[in-house]
């Protein structure tokens, strides 16, 4: 079955880095679009990033737009979160997920629910 386990997680000072790498077993990885979500406490859960299969199309929040950078290596099979500058607001549970369906909207990179599957989440904490 496909598992994906995220790792990379942990404390950090608010300005510091952190990179979350995300390994996938079980699916084809260089036919699905990876993404990255992230939930807060008492929040709803967020898109941050996606990267397309090639990884020749990349997809940003506003809010980590010029801070964080998504990359993929195939052969690996595994995402990656370079999370720079961080901020306490960027303190929550960060998920990757995979897409096996072709996205025809951009919209769609956008939204869980197109994701079919997920990792368990890793914990990141931003302290002040």
């Known amino acids: 079955q496909v598992q994906l386990v995220e790792s990379g997680g942990g404390l950090v000072q608010a300005g510091g880095s952190l990179r979350l790498s995300c390994a996938a077993s079980?699916?084809?990885?260089?036919?699905?679009?990876m993404g990255w979500f992230r939930q807060a406490p008492r929040k709803e859960r967020e898109f941050v990033a996606a990267?397309?299969?090639?990884?020749?199309?990349?997809y940003k929040a506003d809010s980590v737009k010029d801070r964080y950078t998504i990359s993929r290596d195939n052969a690996k099979n595994t995402v990656y979160l370079q999370m720079n500058s961080l901020k306490p607001e960027d303190t929550a549970v960060y998920y990757c997920a995979a897409a096996r369906r072709a996205f025809y909207s951009g919209s769609d990179y956008y939204k869980a629910t197109t994701y079919d599957y997920w990792g368990q989440g890793t914990q990141v904490t931003v302290s002040s």
């Open positions: 079980g699916v084809t990885f260089s036919s699905v679009t």
């Open positions: 990267v397309t299969p090639s990884g020749g199309y990349i």
